[in-house]
């Protein structure tokens, strides 16, 4: 079992920056990826962006890059999401996710936390 315990959302005007944090615990040594997902209301759940644990390497959906950057920290156990440029657009609840290695799906997810962009 892994916990994934987001924080770090909030309220922002548009053109502000946030920090999301992800901290994660349990049998974190059979992680392959972190990622994060956001559901804005009425909306499906999508992909934001996605960092593989042992050699780092990063995915974006299109409509956040050159915006987000998503980092980790092995020893910490904890993935970051850092949101610049921020628009209306970008509100929605964040959602951690972890995907163990063999999996061909993301197998655990974060209760969420909420960011809101005003404009």
């Known amino acids: 079992q892994v916990q994934l315990v987001e924080s770090g959302g909030g309220l922002v005007q548009a053109g502000d920056s946030l920090r999301l944090s992800c901290a994660a615990s349990?049998?974190?040594?059979?992680?392959?990826?972190m990622g994060w997902f956001r559901q804005a209301p009425g909306k499906e759940r999508e992909f934001v962006a996605r960092?593989?644990?042992?050699?780092?390497?990063?995915i974006y959906a299109d409509s956040v890059k050159g915006r987000f950057t998503i980092s980790r920290d092995n020893a910490k156990n904890t993935v970051y999401l850092q949101m610049n440029s921020l628009k209306p657009e970008d509100t929605a609840v964040y959602y951690c996710?972890?995907?163990?290695?063999?999996?061909?799906?993301?197998?655990?997810w974060g209760q969420g936390t909420q960011v809101t962009v005003s404009s």
């Open positions: 960092i593989s644990w042992s050699g780092g390497s990063t």
């Open positions: 996710a972890d995907r163990l290695r063999g999996s061909i799906d993301w197998d655990y």
């Open positions: 349990g049998r974190t040594s059979s992680t392959y990826a």
